[in-house]
């Protein structure tokens, strides 16, 4: 296997009193909204990326695709460094990664049908194909019926406006998805039909697939790894399977309890995340999980924890577990 996409070190930051305030008063206040991470996904592998609302995921997902500059940190794309790459690289770029944004229904253009939504990357592109039997060949994909090319964003339900976000992401043909809460708002089954469709494209057509969402249970059936985000950093990662049989970070069992899987066997010690995420913006001091933290001892607040690892290829960071041999 290659590496298709490599991460490191990446820092993101926004200016911490909005963009015009911050130009007026001529200050360059910022924060780091993505706090040095580095992670990477193979060829045809799937990757979680969880953590709550506000810990960076989406804005990791900006900045892979271009959107938003790293403030530091590298970012190679088969082999290429596209840290620094510009719109032309990028218009390029878009062929290879595609995204699917965050609100399904809001970032198709309501008067597009579905038939047009779908090939519009073709256009984008200037490719010419005959677009009503591309139109077919990419809804018969995402397992959407022909006729529904006629249809506009809002005559569709969750599920479907979910599929057509695949048929798009798949019309150039990628080599990596990026998903962002592909199944937010929706129910357990439509969840699991759209995780579904993602894990055989994944299995068919060879595409490495980053999911971003708030609920590790979402990722556990498609992912081969994952990575715990909190406050823009990375608290722990690893294989999907061994973070789900032994999470080790408090804050992943944390998380596990949080939204425990439909599944009376698991009868897990359910752990409750008390109190509000802290603000990248005016971070905790040591361990950022602290304030937080059932196993929280002085140490945490005074000293920030290094990664330790917990196996082939686990890791994570929390000081209780070290000093007790649990690691
Ligand atoms: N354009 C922006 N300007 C300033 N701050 C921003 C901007 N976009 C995001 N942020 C801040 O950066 C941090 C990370 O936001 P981000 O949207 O990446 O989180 P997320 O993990 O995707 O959250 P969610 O689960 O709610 O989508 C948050 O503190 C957010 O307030
Ligand atoms: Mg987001």
Redesign the pocket.
């Known amino acids: 296997m290659s590496v298709l996409l490599e991460v490191e070190n990446l820092v993101v930051r926004?200016?911490a009193m909005g963009r015009v305030r911050a130009a007026l008063r001529r200050q360059e206040r910022e924060f780091d909204?993505v706090a040095g991470v580095s992670f990477s996904i193979e060829a045809g592998q799937t990757l979680g990326l969880v953590?709550?609302?506000?810990?960076?995921?989406?804005?990791v997902a900006r900045t892979l695709m271009g959107l938003k500059r790293a403030g530091s940190g590298s970012i190679r794309f088969d082999g290429r460094d596209i840290t620094r790459a510009g719109a032309q690289d990028y218009a390029r770029l878009r062929r290879e990664i595609a995204m699917m944004w965050?609100d399904p229904v809001g970032s198709l253009s309501p008067r597009l049908t579905v038939g047009s939504l779908v090939t519009e990357p073709l256009r984008i592109h200037g490719k010419t194909a005959d677009m009503a039997a591309e139109a077919k060949r990419l809804l018969e994909m995402v397992g959407l019926p022909e006729h529904f090319a006629g249809r506009f964003p809002h005559q569709l339900s969750g599920g479907q406006a979910r599929r057509v976000g695949v048929a798009r992401a798949l019309a150039l043909d990628p080599r990596l998805i990026i998903a962002d809460?592909p199944t937010a708002g929706l129910d357990m089954s439509v969840q699991a039909e759209v995780l579904n469709l993602l894990a055989e494209m994944q299995g068919r057509l060879g595409i490495a697939i980053l999911v971003i969402t708030?609920n590790l249970n979402v990722v556990r059936h498609i992912t081969d790894r994952t990575a715990i985000m909190y406050l823009?950093r990375f608290v722990e990662t690893g294989p999907t399977e061994q973070i789900f049989q032994a999470p080790r970070h408090p804050y992943t069992g944390a998380l596990l309890s949080a939204n425990p899987e439909p599944d009376p066997d698991a009868a897990r010690a359910r752990i409750t995340l008390t109190g509000e995420m802290p603000?990248?913006r005016n971070r905790p001091s040591g361990c950022e999980f602290h304030g937080r933290c059932l196993r929280a001892q002085p140490q945490c607040s005074a000293t920030v924890p290094e990664f330790s690892s917990a196996g082939d290829q686990h890791a994570f960071t929390c000081h209780f577990l070290v000093r007790n041999g649990a690691g």
Not at 52 to 57: I, V
């Open positions: 926004y200016p909204a953590g709550e609302s506000g810990s960076g995921k989406s804005t965050q809460e708030h823009g603000s990248p």
